[in-house]
């Protein structure tokens, strides 16, 4: 993964994040850190939009998958 | 700074001291408000209660008005047995302080307080279990705020249980030389290549070190721009339990060693073995150590045997890590006031660190009431050439009291460590061994438990 792919990544993942001030702390948590928690907490909000969704996805794909089942067909009616 | 601990200079918030052999901690004006708070919420005595955080109370500021004339608040503490560095714990050890650390900070939010750091060295153990020592880790939680320690939790947690957990090599020469911890880059260079794909450590190895290695303008600038961005408390949670899932699940990777084994396969019989656990019983019921130290614990035999006849606490000394960790989890199990660390006698942890103070030496916090020194001596002298008498001369170095047990060449275990080299020990004799011995001490009682001639002396130093 080149670096600009993961300050790309990072930078992607803060759009879903509301900016706020840093608190003042005595450890340098290093930019590491501060682009991996960023990281998870957009894939924690994404997860959680998922979960929100999940039902409206399963019933999205589930109808996708009907006209395969069940249905009679012009064919069948011939 | 006159009293005060040399490793405490970090935190701006305050500073521990030690007078008259009590321990104070101060709160400075920088973390007076977060400490009002934290008290306020009554969490921490809810852990202190639960014995996972050291009891602190408030004593007047004149007690430190000489040494912290600026303190706003000063705590006492009660005094550590022994202060133990997390290079010395065990692959358990270290687990279980790095899972307190979590389950703290876990807790912590549900009261809108957060802890500032996550330094391994905030951790000391009573017995077996964990206790976080430093208050002033404690903060006011502001809405939204980035988890400030986790890269101290990966480096100083997380990469060295990965570490020993990926490579079957323990962590503790590598902990010793870095003392805030592994870096990301080194941890990846030795995973094994097929570790390195796994989502988790991609996302808390491998993009670290990738950062770190990148170091660039652009990178800096990209992470000071998202250091303003939102952690939202539900996912710090959820980083934080996915964290404590991660490291619950960490075992050491290896074999079961010879030491581990070492109680099933020694050169003593059943009775004999009964004989010199009755001979440390005797030694421990007349003499009453609050503190106990046992070099080359194993797995903890002797210690528990201690305990059982009324020692207050043992700290064991062991180098190998099957076997320290086997004793680790005995003294969980059993629920045991038994500490095992990772101690090589012949390169004991040195004084190091700032100024090569803060973090003490073996030698300077040998503060033991009295020592077990069993089935040790040869391999110092005989495997590692160290002259007999000098050995002695350490071991009554160590405490006022104890059991040291000589191997004569004789014993099959003695014997199998000159099989393939030229004897150079005319001077490895039990005559050199009292007479050193009745040099530095008084032996008190002695009694032979082989049939090979081991001999088990008590001693009080003179």
């Known amino acids: 993964m080149g670096r600009r792919v993961l300050v790309a990544l990072a930078g992607a993942t803060a759009l879903v994040l509301i900016p706020s001030p840093a608190a003042a702390q005595y450890l340098d948590p290093g930019a590491s850190s501060v682009i991996v928690q960023v990281i998870i907490a957009g894939l924690v909000g994404v997860a959680a939009v998922v979960r929100l969704y999940w039902s409206r996805i399963k019933a999205f794909i589930a109808s996708r998958r009907r006209p395969s089942t069940g249905v009679p067909t012009d064919q069948q009616d011939r | ?462």
Request: overall charge neutral; proline content about 6%.
């Open chain 2, 1 to 462: 700074m006159p009293g005060r601990i040399a490793s405490s200079f970090r935190d701006p918030s305050g500073h521990v001291y030690e007078i008259g052999g009590r321990i104070f901690r101060t709160v400075r004006e920088p973390g007076r408000l977060d400490f009002e708070f934290v008290r306020g919420t009554g969490y921490l005595e809810s852990k202190v209660r639960s014995g996972q955080v050291l009891q602190a109370h408030v004593v007047p500021n004149e007690t430190l008005a000489d040494v912290a004339p600026d303190a706003c608040y000063v705590l006492e503490h009660p005094r550590l047995e022994f202060v133990s560095h997390p290079y010395e714990w065990s692959f358990g050890g270290l687990r279980a302080a790095a899972l307190l650390t979590l389950d703290l900070h876990r807790e912590a939010l549900q009261h809108d307080v957060s802890m500032s750091d996550a330094s391994a060295y905030n951790v000391q153990f009573d017995g077996p279990h964990p206790v976080l020592i430093d208050y002033l880790s404690f903060r006011r939680y502001h809405d939204g705020e980035l988890w400030a320690g986790h890269r101290q939790f990966c480096e100083q947690f997380l990469y060295p249980l990965l570490f020993t957990a990926h490579t079957g090599v323990p962590f503790n020469a590598m902990l010793r030389s870095h003392l805030s911890g592994i870096a990301a880059s080194d941890l990846l260079a030795l995973l094994p290549p097929l570790r390195r794909l796994s989502p988790s450590v991609l996302l808390h190895v491998g993009l670290p070190a990738r950062v770190s290695r990148a170091r660039s303008r652009s990178t800096a600038s990209a992470a000071e721009h998202l250091s303003h961005t939102k952690l939202p408390k539900t996912a710090l949670l959820r980083m934080l339990e996915a964290m404590h899932r991660w490291v619950g699940s960490l075992r050491p990777r290896g074999q079961r060693t010879a030491w581990q084994t070492y109680a099933d396969v020694n050169s003593y019989s059943e009775g004999e073995r009964g004989e010199k656990a009755r001979f440390v019983a005797d030694f421990v019921a007349t003499t009453r150590p609050r503190t106990l130290w046992d070099l080359g614990c194993n797995t903890g035999d002797y210690s528990k045997v201690a305990l059982e006849a009324g020692a207050g606490r043992v700290i064991g000394f062991e180098t190998d890590q099957s076997a320290l960790d086997a004793a680790f989890q005995r003294a969980e199990r059993e629920k045991l006031r038994f500490l095992p660390l990772y101690q090589d006698v012949l390169n004991p942890s040195p004084d190091q660190g700032w100024r090569q103070g803060e973090r003490k030496g073996l030698q300077a916090r040998a503060e033991a009431d009295a020592v077990l020194v069993l089935a040790l001596i040869h391999h110092i002298a005989i495997a590692n050439n160290v002259p007999l008498v000098e050995v002695v001369d350490w071991a009554v170095s160590l405490a006022p009291s104890g059991v040291i047990e000589f191997v004569p060449k004789e014993d099959p275990m003695a014997a199998a460590l000159l099989a393939l080299r030229k004897d150079i020990f005319p001077d490895y004799t039990r005559e050199t061994f009292l007479a050193a011995m009745s040099e530095r001490a008084t032996i008190t009682g002695s009694r032979e438990i082989t049939g090979t001639g081991r001999l088990l002396v008590t001693f009080r130093r003179k």
